[in-house]
């Protein structure tokens, strides 16, 4: 191994340490707004809640109970979308059906639930991010419990956005040592890629989503150049209001319904290096990144837990994750 590789372990070791003695707590920003969902909520008011508010995701809340309820994903909104393709004579219910229902409907479409974990917000950056990638899950809650009731109290959200920005932000005197080119790193997925084109229905890559378990699918023109990124997130417009039957709409109708700050989508070549990754997470709204050849044909994808597995995981010793 030469130079560039003891650089970039130096690098790679210096961000452990950095996610060691930071908590989840740190992550977050000095004063932000919390909405927290009702699980006695209409799904269908759910949805506009979340489009009001410009968020994708919400905690929910059990007040008979008083306890936190797991999480409001874009995962849900698709699994009442696959249950309504699988029981179509079911459409005037959907209309009715509320929050609390999804155990349930995760129970009809036959699909494991998602486990909902949850770190207490002084617990190690580092922690978040290893339970992150051993349960796959996106988004993890900061539940705290309250001194005086002892009652759970959900304190934010932490996302790998957030803490792959965090990182960025203020570890640069060692995402700057990652000099590897994404080549050398195999960072993302470039064999069997799931991909689909802008005259597909929006039923047709929710489909493909499901089946590869992705949250993002790249829309290509017939000689692979790459248009756009359909995205989990972009669903949530399409069923506002109950308008399930018009998921046969076509991919470019529905993005030409994305909200204004939509920030386009990113792509890099794979012969960038790591650093100009964190440079690009540092100062944009991404959440993949689409690589590319000179042509802007489709080479591959790099997905946020890609890159925080990378930056976790390689090279170390009790490497139980990238195996399972
Ligand atoms: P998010 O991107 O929402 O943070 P995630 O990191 O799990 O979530 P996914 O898009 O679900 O991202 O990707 C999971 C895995 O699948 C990653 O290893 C990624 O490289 C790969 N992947 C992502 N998109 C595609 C795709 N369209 N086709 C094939 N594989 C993909």
Redesign the pocket.
């Known amino acids: 191994s030469g130079p560039l590789d003891k650089e970039q372990m130096q690098g790679l070791r210096g961000v452990r340490e950095f996610l060691k003695v930071r908590t989840s707590y740190d992550v977050l920003p000095l004063s932000f707004r919390l909405v927290v969902l009702d699980n006695d909520l209409l799904i269908k008011k759910s949805l506009n809640i979340l489009i009001q508010n410009g968020i994708v995701s919400a905690p929910l809340w059990d007040s008979r109970k008083s306890s936190f309820a797991g999480l409001l994903t874009s995962t849900d909104f698709i699994n009442v979308i696959q249950y309504y393709c699988q029981f179509p004579d079911e459409i005037g219910n959907i209309d009715q059906f509320r929050l609390s229902s999804l155990r349930d409907i995760e129970r009809a479409i036959g699909v494991e639930p998602l486990e909902t974990v949850s770190v207490h917000p002084m617990r190690p950056l580092y922690e978040a991010c290893r339970r992150m990638l051993k349960t796959?899950a996106?988004r993890i809650p900061l539940v705290d419990v309250d001194g005086e009731t002892g009652r759970e109290m959900v304190v934010s959200v932490i996302t790998?956005y957030r803490i792959l920005k965090f990182i960025a932000v203020n570890n640069e005197q060692h995402t700057m040592l990652l000099k590897k080119p994404v080549r050398d790193l195999g960072l993302?997925?470039y064999t069997?890629?799931?991909?689909a084109t802008m005259g597909s229905s929006v039923l047709d890559v929710i489909h493909l989503m499901v089946k590869?378990?992705?949250?993002?699918?790249?829309i290509l023109d017939q000689d692979n150049t790459v248009l756009n990124l359909f995205e989990a997130v972009d669903v949530i417009p399409c069923i506002k209001g109950g308008a399930y039957d018009e998921l046969s709409a076509t991919v470019a109708e529905a993005m030409s319904r994305r909200s204004e700050d939509f920030g386009g989508i990113y792509t890099c070549n794979e012969d960038d290096r790591l650093d100009s990754i964190f440079d690009t997470i540092r100062k944009s709204r991404v959440?993949?990144l689409v690589v590319v050849d000179d042509d802007n044909r489709l080479k591959g994808?790099?997905?946020?837990?890609?890159i925080l597995k990378y930056v976790l995981l390689y090279g170390e010793e009790d490497d139980d994750i990238r195996s399972g």
């Open positions: 796959r996106r790998q993302g997925t069997n890629l799931a991909t590869y378990n992705i949250s993002a699918v790249p959440h993949r994808i790099i997905s946020l837990s890609d």
